[in-house]
């Protein structure tokens, strides 16, 4: 219930989000939906609707049987991150989607919905370990593991999806209660190692593109007209919401203006503030805690360790999207195109969030019928 009226309120915000400007506040709903354009806030309720039907595919087969394929799994993923390295670039330079439909104007993009596939991949390996990690050697081949889709990943370059999955690995390493020396070994470093990806960056035929954003993040009153432009503006909107927001389609409102690029998707929060204000903007960080503490207290009561750990690696992958993508909004963090869940627009997210919480609701479900299932002999059975 509470993932649907989320997903609604997110169709609500790409409606305000792609409004045109007006003179006079609609005063009815249909006067809105009459005098305004509906087709990404129409996409993304079919989305929705798409979202519920693969959340039932995931939940009906047992989460067991997702284990038991998980190399499968894991080599779909990787061939499916190879080929899209050969399909056409599109901003920055990016390879990082299929394109389909009518003129190729949909897309579908392998790594959101690889971010399960690791999840169910690593879940499954350190399930199967008898102990947790403690030697250099034992952290090798689960490197390597995580390695692969990492360097295919930013092969299109997409640091921002590269981002997502690092984390997940990090915080399911810790889960799995590996050595405190090889973890801060690792974030040691992760973060020397940074100093070089800085120079790749740099160094890469599309480096205005990503380096533009740190410097902006920096300094951001930088480049008002151009990289910094975006930030400056989601920040005005924010604020200009105050306590209860300035209401849908209001006349001179940031979000009808156009003024921030990529408003329906990766900065769709800002349009949440200034649409909503601080009591809407409230009620949907609340609307997340809830459902990561949930996910949390659920991961506790999994019947078996496969099942904790894929939802550990859920409550990663959400947490840390939730995170990037308002702080990025409000100027704490680097701008990087990490959609909010359930709220910004585009059917590969919303697909793969409905997805995870499918394969949550899952465990959650099955666990509990196992703890609950009777125990009987062969013979009692026949």
């Excluded at 989320?6 to 169709?11: D, H, I, K, P, Q």
């Excluded at 790749?200 to 993040?217: C, K, L, P, Y």
């Excluded at 999994?302 to 990025?328: K, P, Q, R, S, W």
Aim: some cysteine; overall charge neutral; glycine content about 8%.
């Amino acid at each position: 219930a509470l993932i649907v009226a989320m997903s609604l309120f997110g169709v609500l915000s790409i409606f305000a989000a792609t409004a045109d400007p007006v003179s006079v506040q609609p005063s009815t709903i249909m006067e809105m939906i009459q005098t305004q354009p509906t087709q990404y806030a129409n996409l993304q309720m079919l989305w929705l609707l798409a979202g519920l039907f693969m959340m039932a595919v995931m939940l009906y087969f047992d989460y067991e049987l997702y284990g038991k394929y998980a190399n499968v799994i894991y080599w779909a993923n990787i061939a499916l991150l190879f080929v899209v390295l050969f399909m056409e670039r599109g901003q920055g330079n990016m390879a990082g989607w299929f394109y389909w439909g009518a003129n190729a104007t949909r897309t579908i993009q392998p790594s959101e919905f690889g971010k399960i596939a690791i999840i169910i991949a690593l879940a499954r390996l350190f399930a199967s370990r008898s102990k947790p990690i403690t030697r250099v050697a034992e952290l090798l081949p689960v490197l390597a593991y995580i390695g692969l889709p990492l360097l295919l990943i930013a092969a299109q370059p997409d640091y921002g999806t590269a981002m997502v999955y690092i984390v997940v690995f990090g915080v399911m390493l810790f889960a799995s209660g590996t050595s405190s020396r090889i973890l801060i070994g690792m974030v040691s470093i992760a973060v020397l190692a940074l100093v070089g990806v800085w120079q790749w960056m740099s160094m890469a035929e599309d480096s205005g593109f990503r380096t533009n954003r740190i410097m902006v993040f920096i300094d951001q009153t930088s480049d008002l007209q151009g990289a910094g432009m975006q930030t400056y503006n989601a920040r005005l909107a924010v604020g200009s919401g105050g306590l209860w927001g300035k209401g849908l389609f209001t006349p001179g409102s940031i979000a009808s203006l156009n003024f921030i690029p990529f408003d329906h998707t990766d900065f769709v929060f800002a349009i949440v503030c200034e649409t909503f204000g601080f009591v809407g903007a409230g009620l949907l960080v609340l609307g997340y805690v809830v459902l990561l503490v949930r996910m949390i207290i659920m991961s506790s009561q999994a019947a078996d360790a496969f099942g904790a750990y894929t939802i550990i690696g859920i409550v990663a992958m959400m947490l840390f999207h939730v995170f990037e993508n308002i702080a990025m909004v409000i100027g704490l963090m680097p701008v990087t195109g990490i959609p909010l869940p359930f709220i910004s627009y585009g059917g590969s997210n919303l697909l793969t969030n409905f997805m995870a919480m499918g394969v949550v609701l899952n465990v959650s479900m099955r666990s509990k019928e196992k703890r609950t299932r009777p125990t009987l002999a062969p013979a009692a059975r026949l």
